[in-house]
């Protein structure tokens, strides 16, 4: 795979987008001839780093964005390993930068098919689920499955090489906390790999609902996601900007930045890079 680009700040984000506007008019003119506006499942070829190969990758077209077009984020699936975009790239971020692959591990997800691939790979991996009240911090239920709370982890400091949270920290009213406590918890030079919902023209982040007198007070229109855990979903709470990558300097990280995912070969169609964030302890 060629050198993977990088940001970090909005400012270099915008000068990546500026320098790549050929690419986003080709994906396009590519989207226009393959999905041809319909309702019906459609392909989009691609070499499937999950799979190994090339594959045709299976689009969903249940899954849409506000303005009614298909959501290339979540679908665009691998038909052997089922991973969609944002899954792949997070994947690819991840093996891509880290070689040893025994090191010890973390990941804020347990019950997922992402979970089971990451520890194929990386066999010391630990996982967890916020299972709520019922289970104990740091125990596990009688499925296997350990509670961890992301603001209030029950690992020592500096017990893990690697942190990985794909798809956690917009549910988390003090997200703050959590990043604080991944901090905590790595050891000096381990790395931390996070996927969010990102609004890449912007520094602030749009803050959804937050907590009031423990109490969910809502912003804007309520955003639910798939839970692994609850059939009923699990509220959203912020997209995140750009003032991130200070807020994660402040809790002590270091050489913060997005690594982009664009190549139309591997099968990242967005019109927009898939952003997976890196940052060092």
């Known amino acids: ?32 001839h393959l999905l041809n506006g319909t309702d019906q499942e459609g392909t989009l070829p691609g070499f499937s780093s999950t799979a190994g190969h090339m594959v045709d990758f299976l689009i969903d ?32 971020a991840v093996t891509h930068h880290e070689n040893n692959r025994h090191e010890d591990a973390y990941i804020m997800e347990q019950k997922t098919p992402l979970y089971k691939f990451l520890k194929g790979i990386f066999p010391h991996l630990i996982g967890s689920e916020f299972l709520g009240d019922d289970i104990p911090l740091g125990q596990s239920d009688r499925t296997g499955l350990r ?10 400091e500096e017990s893990f090489d690697l942190v990985m949270s794909f798809e956690v920290l917009e549910h988390i009213p ?3 906390d959590a ?15 996070f996927t969010a919902p990102f609004v890449t023209g912007r520094n602030e982040h749009i803050i959804r609902a ?12 309520p955003e639910w996601h798939g839970d692994p855990i609850k059939n009923e979903g699990i509220l959203c709470f912020q997209h995140f900007g750009w003032s991130l990558i200070d807020e994660l300097s402040d809790c002590g990280f270091c050489n913060v930045e997005a690594l982009l995912f664009d190549q139309i070969e591997y099968g990242y169609y967005t019109l927009d890079p898939i952003l997976v964030f890196r940052a060092l302890a």
């Not at 993977?4 to 989207?31: C, G, M, P, Q």
């Not at 509670?147 to 020592?156: G, I, K, Q, V, Y």
Request: with cysteine; aromatic share 8%; charged share 30%.
């Open 1 to 32: 795979m060629k050198e993977i680009s990088h940001a970090r700040s909005i400012s270099e984000y915008a000068e990546y987008v500026s320098e790549t506007h050929a690419l986003r008019a080709f994906k396009t003119e590519i989207l226009k």
């Open 147 to 156: 509670n961890e709370d992301a603001t209030r982890l029950t690992f020592p």
């Open 61 to 92: 077209p249940n899954l849409r964005l506000a303005d009614g077009k298909i959501n290339l984020r979540e679908t665009v699936n691998c038909p052997e390993t089922w991973f969609n975009t944002r899954m792949r790239a997070a994947i690819q």
């Open 179 to 193: 990043l604080k406590e991944v901090r905590r918890v790595l050891r000096p030079g381990g790395r931390f790999y």
């Open 210 to 221: 937050k907590i009031t007198d423990g109490k969910v007070v809502h912003i804007l229109e």
């Open 174 to 176: 003090d997200y703050i």
